[in-house]
């Protein structure tokens, strides 16, 4: 049946796509090669902000390819950040100023160009091949794309419709972008703040020998700090999180960690499905072919609504998060994201010595969901909410 749009309507479908268009992909993300990390990873890391505040996981297979993918609940046609069965990873931040002056520029393709490197790439450089091949013939993304290999590669790829700028992981062995290209073709670009405090923290990580995947989980991603002329002094209990790596607008966070004297099947893929500050990563693993019950639903993942019960109620307004109730709900979440971590890493050292069967990976992930889920919900009751009663927390379809 056709419909009729009324001005009012035809108005919010305007603002709507406004939103869409300048708000959707502003994210703050980094990569390290293994001489700057502490032992021996290769490090991809995205703070994902955007508009879709649903995020979940799946699995994806494409004959000899398997995949798993950071995507929005329930639309498997783009993937936002993710792994493939070679150690593969790759995520994007959105970069408007690599539009070249006077371009009919296209934009928003970056979820379904990220899916399409998933399926076809082994190395960096087989994805090095993806965007000169499509120079010409041109492509709907502007953004600058982070990627890794299970060689221990680590670039990012300033991208526009029809060029690229590559800038691998040298000395000091990483690099951090936000929503701007270091290659600007226009001054669309913006996110300094968080580029510049991402900088200071992995910096002071790699000259202390501190770099891993454990630090940017529960040092990097949750991060809230300003600058001080940027601080209300008036609202001491108060953060505004609009120019802070953890955003209120933060809805997940992938961090992937490899490593070059081990077996592609043990890159794991560290997943956040809720705000950092007021969530927990749960570990994944493409090989085990599954994805856990918590992080995977119908009309939306488990673990993802109970984080955004928590977000809500956190943040005394939209932008201002209450750093009293933060510091009680990390207070639960550091002992359980403590607990994942050393469980983990425990398993990862057995699985070293004996690559397990897809089954054992799989039941593996499940406990460490369903501690999570735990977590967060002990934290809901703590603050008042009725955990798994609400209708963001029921149990999925």
Not at 126 to 139: K, P, T
Not at 300 to 314: C, Q, R, T
Not at 341 to 354: C, Y
Request: glycine content about 6%.
């Amino acid at each position: 049946m056709n419909k009729i749009h009324r001005p009012i309507e035809i108005l919010t479908i305007i603002l709507s796509f406004f939103c869409h268009f300048t708000l959707l992909n502003a994210c703050t993300t980094g990569l390290a090669a293994p001489n700057a990390t502490n032992n021996n990873q290769v490090l991809l890391w995205k703070n994902r902000d955007s508009g879709f505040n649903k995020n979940e996981v799946a699995f994806f297979r494409n004959d000899t390819v398997t995949y798993i993918g950071l995507i929005n609940a329930d639309d498997t046609t783009q993937v936002w950040a993710g792994v493939n069965n070679f150690g593969f990873a790759i995520m994007n931040a959105e970069s408007r100023d690599m539009a070249l002056p006077g371009e009919n520029t296209g934009y928003d393709d970056e979820g379904i160009w990220m899916k399409a490197a998933l399926r076809q790439c082994r190395t960096v450089d087989d994805f090095e091949q993806m965007l000169h091949r499509s120079n010409s013939s041109g492509r709907k993304v502007t953004s600058n794309f982070g990627v890794i290999d299970a060689t221990g590669n680590a670039a990012f790829f300033e991208t526009g419709n029809h060029e690229y700028f590559r800038f691998d992981a040298e000395e000091p062995g990483y690099l951090v972008r936000a929503n701007f290209a270091y290659k600007a073709r226009s001054s669309e670009g913006y996110g300094k703040v968080r580029h510049d405090r991402a900088i200071t923290l992995i910096d002071d990580a790699v000259r202390n020998g501190r770099l891993d995947h454990h630090y940017l989980i529960s040092t990097v991603s949750r991060d809230i700090a300003l600058p001080d002329s940027l601080i209300d002094a008036s609202r001491p209990n108060r953060r505004k999180t609009s120019d802070t790596i953890n955003r209120h607008r933060t809805v997940s966070a992938a961090i992937f960690a490899g490593s070059v004297d081990k077996a592609p099947a043990l890159t794991t893929f560290w997943c956040t499905l809720g705000e950092p500050a007021v969530a927990l990563a749960v570990p994944l693993w493409v090989r085990s072919a599954q994805i856990p019950a918590e992080l995977n639903g119908t009309g939306g993942a488990l673990l993802n609504a109970a984080f955004m019960d928590i977000n809500n109620a956190v943040y005394a307004d939209p932008t201002h998060i209450d750093l009293g109730k933060l510091r009680q709900i990390r207070q639960i979440f550091d002992r359980t994201q403590d607990k994942i971590f050393r469980k983990t890493a425990r398993q990862l050292k057995r699985w070293e010595k004996n690559l397990p069967e897809p089954t054992e990976m799989a039941v593996f992930q499940d406990k460490m969901a369903s501690m999570a889920l735990r977590a967060a919900r002990k934290a809901l009751l703590y603050l008042g909410h009725p955990a798994g009663q609400s209708d963001s927390t029921a149990p999925n379809n």
